[in-house]
């Protein structure tokens, strides 16, 4: 199963969210475990328009998640190969 974009960035916030709680040492292992979340993120975004992460940084533990916030919203909504929501019931055309 695909993620969306959105999913992916809620999970490099959380990533980074959690490192910060940890011990000094360990705070590069979740920045880099969010670096390669937010890597998908633009990898899940492409198809839709794509994203810059020219601006974002890197190897803060707190970095500004508006530079990817704003990107990630201005992104046309995702096609999802479904069944359709209303049903057509039989009713002739």
């Known amino acids: 199963m695909f993620f969306l974009a959105e999913q992916h960035l809620a999970a490099a ?3 980074r969210r959690n490192g910060a709680e ?3 040492t360990d ?5 880099t475990m969010s670096n390669s979340i937010v890597v998908c ?3 899940a975004a492409k ?8 601006n974002f ?4 533990l ?13 992104l046309p909504p995702p096609y999802i190969d479904g069944p ?6 039989g009713r002739q055309r």
């Not at 940084?57 to 803060?60: L, P």
């Not at 500004?64 to 201005?74: A, T």
């Not at 359709?84 to 019931?89: E, N, R, S």
């Open 84 to 89: 359709p929501l209303i049903p057509d019931c």
């Open 22 to 24: 940890r011990a000094e």
């Open 47 to 54: 198809h839709r328009g794509g994203i810059c992460l020219d």
């Open 13 to 15: 916030k959380l990533v």
């Open 41 to 43: 993120v633009r990898l």
């Open 27 to 31: 705070r590069e292992r979740f920045i």
């Open 57 to 60: 940084d890197w190897s803060s």
């Open 62 to 74: 707190t970095p500004d998640w508006s530079v990817v916030d704003e990107q990630v919203y201005r």
